[in-house]
């Protein structure tokens, strides 16, 4: 094990050098199935021929360009990101984390614009919005509110899918109530579609703004653009990250309506966010997302992943969430114990919250690549329950 890395993640041991669809390749030349796609990011797996192709292509002509200046790839890149997701206006960035932190910014001038002091969030238990300060202020999970204080102010917290409590703390000071439309790494939760739609009218009524994180449920992974399109809410803001380049570093604050003007020069800013290398890379992803019949295809082998599963009937599992191809399987052991047990049989999974096992492959991942990662985690499960 590498002792130059900061001690931040607990690292397997695993060393990688490449990777072909939803197959990585380590070292030792050992073949994993990944039902991680580096948590959601690779969406067209590793080695697209046509995403690589755009890379080096814009590689050679210009990896990066202040953005004091466009380039033809970032103008089309945002205007074919707008026209997917049906929104005005989009700021990019790098990260989701800098995504939120773009859209909490903008909620605050929105909201201050309006009310002096019109400036709290309202964010859900058990969510996760990113690692800088404020977003981890933002996630409503105690066990990340330490060591680093003092927090960024201006945040409440209220109980997913509990609409009395959200009307209760949609007060006059409130400027936007921040959900992610699935929880992911809070245990893969999707709110529930009636809870989303009276959440949405209170905002209204109340000149709040509905603003999504959808950096990891997003860029298709559900089987749609937004989640939020399969819950019947159109927010006002979005963020996205994650997937939305195949892997390039990039994320974006997406919003519509007067909320899109918000931003004024100076206000916000970022060196690298959307360079023409990320734009080049998102234009294939997004290519491939609008292709006939993609987000059917994502449907379908989301609910093989679920028909596997629950035919097993192991006592191990609880029960399986989520939409298309964001997967949580609950089980009743720690579910790291089923990672580390996974990757025995080559095959790569993840965590989420306290009794989840996450599933997030590629979303072009083979029918071929999806059967043998289940056989594994089939087998996985297996031994984990005969072992109790
Ligand atoms: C819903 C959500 N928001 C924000 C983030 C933070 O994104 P990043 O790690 O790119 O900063 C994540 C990362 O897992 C996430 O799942």
């Excluded at 590793?46 to 990066?64: D, F, N, R, T």
């Amino acid at each position: 094990m590498n002792d130059k890395f900061m001690n931040t993640y607990k690292r397997t041991g695993l060393v990688f050098e490449s990777g072909c669809g939803a197959t990585l390749k380590a070292t030792d030349g050992t073949e994993y199935v990944d039902f991680t796609a580096g948590i959601g990011v690779n969406s067209l797996g590793h080695g697209h021929a046509k995403l690589v192709a755009a890379i080096s292509k814009q590689a050679a002509a210009a990896i990066h360009v202040s953005n004091y200046f466009l380039t033809e790839v970032s103008i089309a890149f945002a205007e074919e990101l707008t026209a997917i997701s049906g929104y005005d206006k989009v700021f990019f960035c790098n990260s989701g984390a800098e995504a939120n932190e773009g859209l909490i910014k903008i909620a605050r001038k929105y909201g201050s614009s309006k009310k002096e002091g019109k400036n709290v969030i309202v964010t859900l238990k058990g969510s996760f919005h990113g690692r800088t300060i404020t977003t981890v202020t933002a996630t409503g999970q105690d066990k990340l509110h330490q060591f680093f204080g003092p927090f960024t102010p201006g945040f409440a917290y209220v109980e997913p899918n509990d609409i009395k409590a959200l009307d209760a703390a949609l007060g006059p000071n409130v400027c936007a109530f921040l959900f992610e439309p699935i929880q992911g790494e809070g245990g893969v939760r999707p709110l529930d579609a009636v809870y989303l739609q009276a959440a949405a009218k209170l905002c209204s009524e109340r000149d709040i703004l509905l603003a999504a994180d959808e950096v990891q449920s997003g860029v298709g992974r559900t089987g749609a653009f937004f989640a939020c399109e399969q819950l019947g809410v159109k927010p006002d803001i979005t963020s996205v990250a994650k997937g939305l380049a195949g892997g390039v570093p990039v994320g974006a604050v997406l919003a519509r309506g007067p909320c899109a003007d918000v931003l004024a020069p100076g206000d916000h800013g970022t060196t690298f966010g959307g360079n023409p290398l990320a734009a080049a890379a998102a234009r294939v992803v997004l290519a491939e997302l609008t292709s006939p019949g993609f987000y059917a295809e994502v449907k379908r082998k989301g609910r093989k992943i679920v028909d596997a599963v629950e035919s097993w009937k192991n006592p191990l599992v609880k029960d399986i969430r989520g939409m298309g191809l964001m997967r949580g399987i609950g089980v009743t052991i720690p579910p790291g114990d089923v990672v580390v047990a996974a990757r025995a049989h080559k095959l790569l999974v993840l965590t989420a919250g306290e009794d989840t096992v996450r599933l997030l492959p590629p979303l072009v991942i083979t029918d071929a690549e999806l059967d043998k990662g289940l056989a594994a985690l089939k087998i996985t499960l297996d031994e984990l329950a005969f072992k109790r």
